[in-house]
């Protein structure tokens, strides 16, 4: 066709000069003819730019971005929702291919240490607020300040979920999904040692319930807490320094932790672990929600998760949650582990990674996609970062989420008041909690407290000092 429009021209030009010469014009045929030849030279210039810029977007079509991402969700069913949501990415944006790996959180710290010092690893990792500031002490990771503004005019986070992600005027991490813990219970096993299905409501009769629940013959125990240490214990013995008060640094980011309000948190812990099952010293998550699950547990303080697991595989309504309680003297509090996504520096050096990026971040953040990675991926696990996921309707439409709504919706009361040790004040007062966690130093008080290889006193004193040697203050 575009040679076609330029035989045209030629045929123009060629009649023109016939009609000139048979007039004899000569200087008039001239013109006409660098007329003519002007023209020509514009159209086949135009031609080449359509071929040209033709070309360029076929190429563009036929480059692929292959972007790799870290999480820590080994269980098959949340592999399976992380590839659902890629599959729908990838069938939407043909050109970007999207790599899940599971990396265990056992592993988490070190890997991602090795990587960075490699210079090289997943483009992205799903990570948690104290495991971002290991990575943002090594200088490994870029602000997304850009990205979370955009979303949260888009999609509303709530405040404290963005906010912990923030210093030094930049969003080091997005929010994608976070976790609360709660006290969950079966209630069959309540009513049947306690004579009520109701929760305990503060420490003393917690401790009670707890008792009353053990029933070392029949396999029923009281409790189902962590003595191991790992992440799991650090989580569940940190509920209890929020019922005290107990913090590891006040807000100029000095380590406190040696106080009696950790030690009243630490000895409560240790008269409950009592009251556990044989082996609990080395118990993980797995552990605590597969004895619940058997009913053979009462009460914990733990995420609500394991309603999948009795939708699914008991199909039975046994299992509730409430409000942590708390002693006489102390306050309403819990934990809330925030998830956020960053993003490592060598992904803005590999052509089309950042941009690729933005844009899976972005379609995780839509309400319908948000829900998938939450919801499906495990109910009362994980719950929405923003309020149009929290209020989307195939959130509370889920078949799970609203058959244990009574449950759900306390956990996200809960959400109001609960916090993450080393992150109290919103914002980032000292840089070494991410070591400290990677140290597992509170789970290691835990573990010296329960199995008497210390007194409480002498365990938070210890856990005090290995702090201090962690401890980077922000000034």
């Not at 004899?24 to 086949?44: L, M, N, Q, S, Y």
């Not at 090289?120 to 090594?138: A, E, M, V, W, Y």
Request: with cysteine; proline share 5%; glycine share 6%.
């Amino acid at each position: 066709m575009k040679k076609a429009m330029i035989w045209i021209m030629v045929f123009i030009i060629s009649s023109s000069l016939l009609i000139i010469s048979a007039g004899g014009c000569k200087k008039a045929a001239e013109e006409v003819k660098e007329t003519a030849a002007e023209e020509v030279k514009e159209t086949a210039a135009e031609e080449v730019k359509e071929t040209a810029a033709e070309e360029v977007k076929e190429t563009a079509a036929e480059e692929v971005v292959s972007l790799k991402f870290w999480h820590h969700e080994a269980p098959a069913h949340r592999v399976a929702a992380f590839e659902q949501v890629i599959d729908l990415f990838e069938k939407e944006f043909p050109n970007i291919k999207v790599e899940q790996e599971v990396v265990m959180w056992g592993d988490a710290w070190p890997k991602t240490i090795a990587a960075i010092e490699a210079g090289d690893g997943p483009d992205f990792q799903f990570s948690i607020p104290d495991l971002l500031l290991t990575s943002f002490l090594l200088d490994a990771v870029i602000p997304v300040t850009d990205l979370v503004e955009e979303m949260d005019q888009k999609y509303k986070f709530f405040e404290g979920q963005k906010q912990i992600y923030f210093h030094d005027n930049e969003y080091w991490g997005i929010p994608i999904w976070t976790m609360v813990m709660m006290l969950t219970y079966v209630p069959s096993l309540l009513e049947k040692y306690v004579g009520t299905t109701e929760p305990p409501k503060d420490w003393e009769e917690y401790l009670e319930y707890a008792e009353l629940c053990t029933d070392p013959d029949n396999g029923v125990y009281g409790v189902a807490l962590g003595g191991a240490i790992n992440l799991m214990t650090t989580e569940q013995a940190y509920i209890f320094m929020t019922n005290t008060g107990a913090k590891f640094f006040d807000e100029e980011g000095n380590v406190i932790f040696n106080n009696p309000k950790t030690v009243q948190a630490i000895k409560m812990y240790a008269d409950l672990f009592k009251y556990n099952p044989p082996g609990a010293e080395s118990w993980s998550w797995g552990e605590v929600e597969l004895n619940t699950m058997a009913q053979k547990i009462a009460m914990s303080s733990y995420f609500p998760a394991v309603q999948r697991r009795f939708h699914m595989e008991l199909d039975s309504d046994d299992y509730s949650g409430a409000h942590h309680p708390y002693p006489s003297d102390g306050q309403p509090g819990t934990l809330t582990y925030p998830n956020e996504i960053h993003i490592y520096k060598w992904t803005k050096d590999k052509p089309g990674h950042l941009e690729a990026t933005y844009e899976f971040i972005r379609f995780l953040l839509r309400p319908e996609i948000n829900y998938i990675i939450t919801a499906v991926q495990e109910q009362g696990g994980f719950y929405p970062p923003t309020e149009a996921t929290m209020q989307a309707p195939e959130f509370w439409n889920d078949p799970i989420i609203s058959r244990f709504k009574e449950m759900n919706e306390f956990a996200l009361e809960s959400l109001e008041y609960a916090t993450l040790y080393g992150f109290e004040y919103g914002k980032w007062v000292n840089l070494g909690i991410g070591d400290i966690t990677g140290a597992n130093v509170l789970a290691e008080v835990i573990n010296r407290a329960v199995t008497g290889a210390m007194t409480v006193e002498q365990a938070v004193e210890w856990g005090h000092n290995e702090m201090e040697k962690y401890s980077v203050p922000v000034k």
